[in-house]
């Protein structure tokens, strides 16, 4: 055990564990900043910040455990952790309690244990062990079905929760499968998807229709640099597309615009279907199912936002795109946040000074708002210096990711680093208006003991790997 300890403190990469200890301690201040009372000043437990301390005491005693656990047993059983969170989420769902409109905690006397967190943790070490596999194929199909359901079957139980914010932290990982060896056209895919849901919540259907068709028109040039074959593919949808309106305006006048530019499209696709096969063109058969799956994802995008999400996250996310303005309701949090970053000029209203803060103008402003106590207080000095400790730290992982000698360590590496900055990126933005308000916390600054001790292990366990970063790890 000595001998082990030994090891552990000698190859412990002590610069990452400097940054933890002075973003937990910069995070307790800020805590303590929001949520203190000059008519009660102590440090009882009935408190946040008195409680946020005793879940600093016990992460330190988490990440103690991280170190001392063998490296191997990560690996070994990260399968039975993985079925072991998925069981846990399902029993949340069955007999968890509900707080803040997600049910989503457990709660156990006077603590409360949000699951989710934990579920990030099990995740990465699956999608790691899963993805060191000697016979895993990047762009096999089996392996990107077995990559999915590991990432996205948490993230459908913490959906139906009603977890929004958790539930999409798990698309991080994808950064993870991209650094080894994702096809970077999944990647290109993925942020066709964000902008066609966020097109379809901003135009009406035709609008996104001539936008699939202009992109798809794009990419067959592209392809075939030919722009007489281009003006008969331009030409055939637009000839279909006319006589499929014609038909519509005299029988079925009520119909939406959408409707035979639809009808429109599917007409012309026999022609596409028959140019590939006399091409030999593969690559213009997944063109033309890209456009089709697109125009389907846009229809559905309706019904995911009308059911997927709560209505007061519809509403921020109306607030966020234009669609809706409302400062006193959806887009008062973001409002008053914005305003009281504003406020702190460049160097801040100083410590326990902000009013934006004492007078509690910004609700939740130690928990996923925390960031505005910063801003006010500390001012620009303080958002600039938190933010470059939070990049210094992502760097950091990326770069001890990169040195581990075994695939494992590295992909969860990476998988940690793609979390955090997850993390970090939405709560910033949506604090200073550029994300939707989704309700997941800052790293170490946030109150609440699952996420603290979620971020601790998730950390901890990649500097026991990398402590062993010569072992082949599988």
């Given at each position: 055990m000595e001998q082990r300890g030994n090891g552990i403190l000698r190859n412990l990469d002590w610069f990452t564990v400097i940054?933890?200890?002075?973003?937990?301690?910069?995070?307790?201040?800020?805590?303590?900043?929001?949520?203190?009372?000059?008519?009660?000043?102590?440090?009882?437990?009935?408190?946040?910040?008195?409680?946020?301390?005793?879940?600093?005491?016990?992460?330190?005693?988490?990440?103690?455990?991280?170190?001392?656990?063998?490296?191997?047993f990560y690996s070994t059983f990260a399968e039975l952790i993985y079925i072991a969170l998925m069981l846990t989420l399902l029993g949340v769902l069955l007999f968890g309690s509900t707080v803040n409109g997600a049910k989503s905690w457990i709660v156990l006397g006077p603590i409360q244990v949000q699951p989710a967190e934990f579920a990030k943790i099990a995740a990465s070490l699956t999608l790691a062990k899963y993805m060191s596999?000697?016979?895993?194929?990047?762009?096999?199909?089996?392996?990107?079905?077995?990559?999915?359901?590991?990432?996205?079957?948490?993230?459908?139980?913490?959906?139906?929760?009603?977890?929004?914010?958790?539930?999409?932290?798990?698309?991080?990982?994808?950064?993870?499968?991209?650094?080894?060896?994702?096809?970077?056209?999944?990647?290109i895919l993925g942020l066709l998807m964000v902008l066609l849901f966020i097109l379809s919540l901003l135009y009406e259907m035709h609008v996104i229709i001539v936008v699939v068709e202009?992109?798809?028109?794009?990419?067959?040039?592209?392809?075939?640099?030919?722009?007489?074959?281009?003006?008969?593919?331009?030409?055939?949808?637009?000839?279909?597309?006319?006589?499929?309106?014609?038909?519509?305006?005299?029988f079925f006048p009520s119909w939406p615009k959408y409707v035979p530019m639809v009808i429109g499209f599917g007409l012309s696709i026999p022609y596409f279907l028959v140019y590939t096969y006399w091409h030999k063109l593969g690559k213009i058969a997944a063109i033309i199912g890209i456009a089709v799956a697109s125009i389907g994802f846009a229809f559905s995008v309706g019904y995911v936002f009308d059911n997927a999400l709560a209505p007061h996250q519809r509403a921020r996310i109306n607030h966020l795109l234009g669609i809706e303005v409302d400062l006193q309701g959806?887009?008062?949090?973001?409002?008053?946040?914005?305003?009281?970053?504003?406020s702190g000029g460049f160097a801040g209203k100083g410590y326990l000074q902000g009013t934006q803060t004492k007078f509690k103008f910004v609700p939740e402003q130690s928990t996923d708002f925390?960031?505005?106590?910063?801003?006010?207080?500390?001012?620009?000095?303080?958002?600039?210096?938190?933010?470059?400790?939070?990049?210094?730290?992502?760097?950091?992982?990326?770069?001890l990711a990169e040195r581990q000698k075994s695939k494992f360590s590295r992909i969860y590496g990476y998988c940690v680093a793609s979390i955090f900055f997850f993390h970090i990126a939405v709560n910033v933005g949506m604090t200073i208006g550029i994300a939707p308000v989704?309700?997941?916390?800052?790293?170490?600054?946030?109150?609440?003991?699952?996420?603290?001790?979620?971020?601790?292990?998730?950390?901890?366990?990649?500097?026991?790997?990398?402590?062993?970063?010569?072992?082949?790890?599988t």
């Open positions: 940054l933890y200890v002075l973003l937990v301690t910069l995070g307790w201040i800020n805590i303590y900043s929001a949520s203190y009372s000059a008519d009660n000043i102590s440090f009882s437990l009935a408190t946040r910040y008195g409680r946020q301390m005793m879940w600093i005491g016990a992460a330190t005693i988490i990440a103690i455990t991280m170190l001392l656990l063998d490296s191997k596999r000697y016979n895993f194929k990047p762009d096999g199909f089996k392996s990107m079905l077995m990559v999915g359901v590991i990432c996205f079957m948490p993230s459908a139980f913490i959906l139906l929760q009603n977890d929004t914010g958790s539930a999409l932290v798990f698309a991080a990982l994808m950064i993870a499968y991209f650094r080894e060896g994702m096809k970077p056209i999944i990647f202009v992109l798809a028109f794009v990419a067959f040039y592209v392809l075939r640099d030919k722009p007489k074959e281009l003006g008969v593919a331009v030409l055939t949808v637009v000839v279909a597309t006319a006589a499929a309106f014609g038909v519509c305006h005299y959806a887009g008062y949090n973001v409002n008053q946040s914005m305003i009281a970053i504003g925390i960031f505005c106590t910063i801003g006010e207080e500390w001012g620009f000095v303080g958002t600039t210096t938190v933010l470059l400790l939070f990049l210094t730290l992502l760097i950091r992982l990326l770069v989704i309700g997941i916390p800052l790293p170490f600054f946030s109150y609440g003991g699952s996420s603290l001790w979620g971020f601790t292990m998730l950390l901890f366990i990649f500097l026991k790997l990398d402590c062993n970063r010569m072992e082949l790890i």
